[in-house]
C-alpha cells in the first residue's frame, strides 16, 4: 500500500508543474502534518503493526481495519484538497491572492 501511494506522488510530481505543486503542498506544506499523521501513520503503520502482532484478539483486527479506512478516507480528502487546476489557476491565481505553481 505505501508503494501505491508513493507511485501516485511520483506520477502527479513528474506530470506537470501543478501536480508537483499539488505534490508539494501534502508533503512539505500546509498539509503535511495531515498527511504524514493520518495517511502515513494512522492509516499505513499503525494496521501493519498491528496486523503483525501474533494472537490478536478479534477487537484489533477490527481496531487495524478501521485505521486503514481512515487513513485511505484522509488521503481522498487530501488528494483533493491539495489539487491544484494548471489550466485555470496558473494564470489567475496571483491575482486572488492564492498559491501559484510557477
Known amino acids: 500500500m505505501l508503494s501505491l501511494v508513493v507511485l ?3 506520477f502527479a510530481k513528474g506530470k506537470s508543474k501543478g501536480g508537483a505543486f499539488s ?3 501534502l508533503t512539505t506544506g500546509i498539509y503535511s ?3 504524514g499523521g493520518l495517511v502515513l501513520g494512522l492509516g499505513l503503520t499503525s494496521p501493519a503493526v498491528i496486523l503483525v502482532i501474533n494472537g490478536m484478539p ?3 483486527q477490527l481496531l487495524a481495519t478501521l ?4 487513513g485511505f478516507f484522509a488521503f481522498r480528502l487530501l488528494m483533493f484538497k491539495v489539487a491544484v487546476f494548471e489550466p485555470i489557476t496558473h494564470d489567475l491565481a496571483g491575482r486572488f491572492g492564492l498559491p501559484t505553481a510557477s
Open 33 to 35: 502534518r495531515y498527511f
Open 58 to 60: 478479534w477487537s484489533m
Open 8 to 10: 501516485i506522488l511520483l
Open 23 to 25: 505534490v508539494d503542498l
Open 67 to 70: 485505521a486503514m479506512l481512515v
